[in-house]
């Protein structure tokens, strides 16, 4: 359910682009340096793209730093060096991959989850100490969202709620004491939660028809096994269109009401074009590959 907030690549600038990758880089490199290298397997953009609004609303700019990596010692990269707001999603992405992967496990049995989950063991001990009221938040949200699939709801917006409120929770750093930019902040996150989620389950009708898996989209709009998949998915296809592009326009304007200081073109790219963009390419191919670790 991760991995869709991506910017367009077509229409960034070189530099802009390479800041983009600045940012992911130094957040995969926080991400080892606080905890251990194999949890830098579970980076993905959305936290990327936490990571650089944060940074993007303080008054002080980032230091960024040609470094080298364990994927290529060799070549140096620009890299955005550690702040509170990297260092804030770094922490944040480790308990939100944590309970994903304890939700593969005990959902589905999956042993490459289990096995993965042994490189979150202290990691997310360490995010809880960290941010305990954090951690509580975002499992009881989870829970709440495992007992409404445990009921099978039947309503879209009713499952999209309760992991747009974990969203939510995640984009308001307790150490943000401006109470109108966490306001803005808590919306904006609140609203990327509801898209994610209901792109999230169109994206895996398909793949939940065949495996029996819960489906709040086939449950809304009461799939029938005799029904060709294809014709279903044109079937829902309009009113999930106006249902997102909704909730977009209520991102962008939560984003308008931010004073960015910094990186405002890149910003403006992810909300404007690249979630506009990433959402046509799953709702009209349904090719991408979900978690995408490169432009």
Not at 65 to 78: D, F, M, S, T, V
Not at 118 to 133: D, E, I, T
Not at 187 to 214: P, S, T, V
Not at 227 to 235: A, C, H, N, T
Request: proline share 3%; net charge positive; glycine share 4%.
């Amino acid at each position: 359910m991760l991995g869709y907030v991506t910017p367009y690549k077509d229409e960034l600038k070189i530099r802009e682009y390479n800041l983009f990758r600045a940012y992911y880089c130094g957040l995969c490199k926080t991400l080892g340096k606080e905890f251990n290298q194999a949890v830098r397997m579970g980076l993905n953009y959305d936290f990327t793209f936490l990571a650089l609004l944060l940074s993007s609303i303080d008054e002080h700019k980032d230091q960024i730093k040609a470094e080298g990596c364990i994927a290529n010692p060799i070549k140096k990269k620009p890299t955005i060096l550690c702040n509170p707001y990297i260092q804030y999603s770094a922490y944040m992405s480790i308990i939100l991959v944590y309970f994903k992967l304890l939700d593969d496990w005990q959902d589905d049995k999956s042993f490459p989850a289990l096995f993965a989950l042994l490189a979150y063991v202290m990691p997310v001990r360490k995010a809880k100490k960290a941010y305990l009221q954090k951690y509580h938040n975002i499992r009881q949200n989870l829970k709440q969202l495992s007992e409404l699939e445990r009921k099978n709801c039947e309503i879209i917006d009713e499952s999209a709620d309760t992991f747009a409120k974990l969203m939510q929770e995640i984009f308001m750093p307790p150490f943000l004491k401006d109470e109108k930019v966490q306001r803005i902040l808590g919306w904006l996150g609140y609203n990327l939660g509801r898209w994610i989620y209901i792109l999230d389950a169109f994206h895996d009708i398909e793949k939940d028809i065949k495996q029996n898996h819960y489906n709040p989209i086939l449950l809304q709009y009461q799939y029938n096994v005799k029904e060709d998949v294809q014709l279903f998915i044109k079937r829902v296809k309009e009113p999930l269109v106006m249902s997102l592009t909704f909730t977009l326009d209520n991102i962008a304007k939560s984003f308008e009401l931010l004073d960015i200081k910094y990186n405002k073109s890149i910003l403006q790219n992810i909300i404007y074009m690249g979630l506009r963009y990433r959402m046509e390419q799953i709702m009209e191919k349904g090719a991408v590959q979900k978690n995408e670790k490169s432009l």
